[in-house]
């Protein structure tokens, strides 16, 4: 199996020094590359620049992404190629910068022109947070024919939010399993496919399941 995984965090940049990021290590993805790869697939393992999990990567293919712009191009870079399966772990920030507002008097903003790094001793900002483009949403019109597994961590509610979330990701996005966990799951993973759900208690668990979905898309999920 040709297989690609992605893992880690993205980051939006607010200047050339700062920037806006989550705690995503990385950990994940790269051990189900590990995993991927032991088994005799063929792994390419696009990771997060900020992932903090210090574990060996063990996949043929190792490429180092920074924003979502920079995910996305290198996800999308791939679509000319045959790949069997894509596992979409990574963390990809939902927000990136807009405008930036530094207070002229009290009470009173005006916009601020992109620099290099934005002064602090302007006094009080405000920036604007703009949604950013959701990769997985355009991994379908790239790789028609791919298994496509999303992941979906749910920090709020409870399991059946989670799980609810993860069946809506496959129908918003075409996407044929999602892998759901987090608090709002709880121990464990949550394969979760439109016709249903299995539980897996370990991570290990999980990858086994993962490795032995048919290649390419089913068509009785068309």
Same mark, same amino acid.
């Given at each position: 199996?040709?297989?690609?995984?992605?893992?880690?965090?993205?980051?939006?940049?607010?200047?050339?020094?700062?920037?806006?990021?989550?705690?995503?290590?990385?950990?994940?993805?790269?051990?189900?590359?590990?995993?991927?790869?032991?088994?005799?697939?063929?792994?390419?393992?696009?990771?997060?620049?900020?992932?903090?999990?210090?574990?060996?990567?063990?996949?043929?293919?190792?490429?180092?992404?920074?924003?979502?712009?920079?995910?996305?191009?290198?996800?999308?870079?791939?679509?000319?190629?045959?790949?069997?399966?894509?596992?979409?772990?990574?963390?990809?920030?939902?927000?990136?910068?807009? *405008?930036?507002?530094?207070?002229?008097?009290?009470?009173?903003?005006?916009?601020?022109?992109?620099?290099?790094?934005?002064?602090?001793?302007?006094?009080?900002?405000?920036?604007?947070?703009?949604?950013?483009?959701?990769?997985?949403?355009?991994?379908?019109?790239?790789?028609?024919?791919?298994?496509?597994?999303?992941?979906?961590?749910?920090?709020?509610?409870?399991?059946?939010?989670?799980?609810?979330?993860?069946? *809506?990701?496959?129908?918003?996005?075409?996407?044929?399993?999602?892998?759901?966990?987090?608090?709002?799951?709880?121990?464990?993973?949550?394969?979760?496919?439109?016709?249903?759900?299995?539980?897996?208690?370990?991570?290990?668990?999980?990858?086994?399941?993962?490795?032995?979905?048919?290649?390419?898309?089913?068509?009785?999920?068309?």
């Amino acid at each position: 199996m040709n297989c690609i995984v992605t893992a880690g965090p993205t980051y939006e940049p607010l200047d050339d020094v700062r920037r806006l990021t989550n705690f995503s290590t990385g950990r994940l993805g790269t051990e189900l590359a590990n995993f991927l790869t032991a088994r005799g697939h063929k792994v390419t393992l696009l990771i997060g620049e900020s992932a903090t999990y210090a574990g060996e990567r063990r996949a043929q293919s190792v490429k180092v992404f920074f924003t979502t712009a920079d995910l996305r191009a290198k996800l999308k870079s791939f679509s000319s190629k045959k790949v069997d399966a894509i596992f979409h772990a990574a963390a990809v920030s939902d927000f990136g910068f807009g *405008k930036i507002f530094a207070e002229t008097k009290p009470g009173e903003f005006v916009a601020l022109k992109t620099s290099r790094k934005i002064s602090t001793r302007a006094g009080e900002m405000l920036v604007e947070l703009v949604p950013t483009p959701k990769i997985i949403a355009e991994l379908r019109g790239w790789f028609p024919k791919t298994r496509i597994v999303g992941w979906k961590f749910e920090a709020n509610g409870k399991r059946a939010d989670a799980l609810r979330a993860a069946r *809506k990701q496959i129908g918003d996005c075409a996407t044929d399993f999602c892998v759901a966990n987090g608090p709002a799951y709880g121990k464990g993973f949550s394969l979760v496919s439109a016709g249903g759900q299995k539980h897996f208690a370990s991570a290990e668990k999980l990858f086994a399941a993962l490795e032995k979905l048919p290649k390419g898309r089913m068509k009785n999920e068309e």
